[in-house]
């Protein structure tokens, strides 16, 4: 395994990849192998490749851009280093994107929230308040640090 894992930082190299690229490509492609037992890319394809994504779709359940970031890898491996054209990748679970909704409070909650506070928890809360933007339709959104 260590003279394929050469090889994908040598060709990452002659193709001006940043290191922090590399290191986190390499890994990738460690643990797709690691996870089909060490077997060699060579002896695996579609059905591998989409078991493993899948997997981390499902049973890792990895955000969106960590299971493409893991794909990019795996497909530079096969096309760069292995000079492999993978068929369409069809049958793999895609990892859901997490809907973030945003906090937004009006004039009068904010209010009632303050009012309920008291010492060094209204002190913060008023702190929080003032790092706040007021939206057009008069409402609150506390920024996020």
Known sequence: ????LNDVRNKLR?????LKTEKTYVQWIKR????????????????????????LAVKRKVAPSTQNQAL???LFLYR?????????????????????????LSQQEVTIILAALQGQHQLIGRLFYGAGEQMPNGRWRFLNF
């Open 1 to 4: 395994m260590s003279k394929l």
């Open 14 to 18: 002659v193709h001006h990849y940043a």
């Open 80 to 104: 760069k280093v292995l000079e492999i054209e993978l068929p369409w990748l069809d049958d793999v679970v895609r990892a859901k994107q997490k809907r973030r909704i945003p906090v937004v």
């Open 72 to 74: 990019q890898a795996i």
């Open 32 to 55: 797709f192998i690691l996870f089909h037992n060490k077997t060699h890319p060579l002896k695996m394809g579609k059905v591998e490749v989409e078991a493993f994504l899948t997997w």
